[in-house]
């Protein structure tokens, strides 16, 4: 199941991205070919308009926005009814949590799996 929550002070501050969908195998996973481009997208729409600390690896994506402006907001605010919106059709494979936050201990408590680079 793919999980997506935000950092301490809610969306705006930044969000985590974690787990594998599991719909379909490798290569053929719409559910995780979704997730992954809306938040790729919205990263790269980031970048180009603040400065962002992020941390991406296989399965699993932090990114912190240090400075949140308007235009941040609503980077944040599309990336997030677009998940939710799969996440309506695919309760099973992506959760979007609304509040709150994990923090890494709880992280691991609940078998989030944090994997080695892709690159």
Request: with cysteine.
């Given at each position: 199941m793919i999980n997506v929550y935000p950092i301490k002070g809610g969306y705006r501050r930044g969000?985590?991205?974690?787990?594998?969908a599991e719909y379909a195998p490798h290569g053929m996973d719409i559910v995780?070919?979704?997730i992954s481009a809306i938040t790729q997208t919205v990263v790269m729409g980031l970048e180009t308009v603040a400065v962002i600390?992020?941390?991406?690896?296989?399965?699993y994506m932090m990114v912190e926005i240090p400075n949140p402006s308007d235009i941040t907001d609503v980077?944040?605010?599309m990336m997030v009814?677009?998940?939710?919106?799969?996440?309506?059709?695919?309760?099973e494979y992506v959760q979007v949590w609304k509040d709150g936050h994990i923090d890494e201990d709880e992280r691991v408590?609940?078998?989030y799996r944090t994997t080695q680079s892709a690159r």
């Open positions: 969000f985590i991205v974690t787990g594998h995780c070919a979704s600390e992020k941390n991406v690896k296989n399965g980077l944040i605010d009814n677009g998940l939710q919106h799969i996440s309506k059709q695919y309760r408590q609940r078998g």
